[in-house]
T-cell receptor
Framework: DAGITQSPRHKVTETGTPVTLRCHQT?????MYWYRQDPEHGLRLIHY???????DKGEVSDGYSVSRSKTEDFLLTLESATSSQTSVYFC?????????????FGPGTRLTVL | AQSVTQLDSQVPVFEEAPVELRCNYS??????LFWYVQYPNQGLQLLLK??????LVKGINGFEAEFNKSQTSFHLRKPSVHISDTAEYFC????????????FGGGTRVLVKP
C-alpha cells in the first residue's frame, strides 16, 4: 500500500458536465500519473506530473486537463464529459529513489458518462 | 517509441497446472520490464520486475519471468496455479530515460478452473 487514495470511487454524470477526479498520496512522491483503462485499449497514460505545477501530456490527453498545486494532490478534470470518457481511471505514483519507472497504483475510479 | 505486445488475451488453465503468459516488447533503448496483476475490481499490483543482472526474476505468489534480450521477450510463468490466481496480468516496459513512463501491453486474462 503506497498511501494512494482516489475520490470519488464511483461517479455517474451526464454528457457535457465537468468532472474532477482526485488522487491523494501521503508519502511526498514527486511523480504522479493518471491512466484510463478500457477493455479494448488496456491502460493508457493521460497526463503525468513531475512536481508541483509541473505536468505533461500522455498518450490520450485530449479532453483532459490536470493540476497539481500541492505535492500530495493530483487532479484530473474532464472539462465537458463525453460518453467516450466512460472508463476506469487509475492514479499512480512512481517508486522514489529507484529511477526505474516502477509505479504503485491507486484503487481506481469508475466513471460513467451518460 | 516503446511498445508491448501480449500475445494471448485470455488463457484458461486448470488448477495446479502450469501457466505461461507471453510478452514481447520493442524499444530503441534499454528498458526496465514489469509484470503487474489486477484482481477483479482492484488496482494494479506489482508481481515482479527486471532491472538488470540475472535474466530469471522471481516475484510474489510463486511467479517468475525470464528476460530474453535477443528475442525481446519477458514471459511470465508459474509452475502450479491456484484458483486465486484468476486475474488479469499486464506486462509493462519503461525506457531508461527521464520521466520513466510505463507502456502497458493489452493484458492477459487468466481463468483458473477447478
Amino acid at each position: 500500500d503506497a498511501g494512494i487514495t482516489q475520490s470519488p470511487r464511483h461517479k455517474v454524470t451526464e454528457t457535457g458536465t465537468p468532472v474532477t477526479l482526485r488522487c491523494h498520496q501521503t508519502e511526498n512522491h514527486r511523480y504522479m500519473y493518471w491512466y484510463r483503462q478500457d477493455p479494448e485499449h488496456g491502460l493508457r497514460l493521460i497526463h503525468y506530473s513531475y512536481g508541483v505545477k509541473d505536468t505533461d501530456k500522455g498518450e490520450v490527453s485530449d479532453g483532459y486537463s490536470v493540476s497539481r498545486s500541492k505535492t500530495e494532490d493530483f487532479l484530473l478534470t474532464l472539462e465537458s464529459a463525453t460518453s467516450s470518457q466512460t472508463s476506469v481511471y487509475f492514479c499512480a505514483i512512481r517508486s522514489p529513489g529507484t529511477g526505474n519507472g516502477e509505479q504503485f497504483f491507486g484503487p481506481g475510479t469508475r466513471l460513467t458518462v451518460l | 517509441a516503446q511498445s508491448v505486445t501480449q500475445l494471448d488475451s485470455q488463457v484458461p488453465v486448470f488448477e495446479e497446472a502450469p501457466v505461461e503468459l507471453r510478452c514481447n516488447y520493442s524499444s530503441s533503448v534499454s528498458v526496465y520490464l514489469f509484470w503487474y496483476v489486477q484482481y477483479p475490481n482492484q488496482g494494479l499490483q506489482l508481481l515482479l520486475k527486471y532491472l538488470s543482472g540475472s535474466t530469471l526474476v522471481k516475484g510474489i505468489n510463486g511467479f517468475e519471468a525470464e528476460f530474453n534480450k535477443s528475442q525481446t521477450s519477458f514471459h511470465l510463468r508459474k509452475p502450479s496455479v491456484h484458483i486465486s490466481d484468476t486475474a488479469e496480468y499486464f506486462c509493462a516496459v519503461s525506457e531508461k530515460a527521464a520521466g520513466n513512463k510505463l507502456t502497458f501491453g493489452g493484458g492477459t486474462r487468466v481463468l483458473v478452473k477447478p
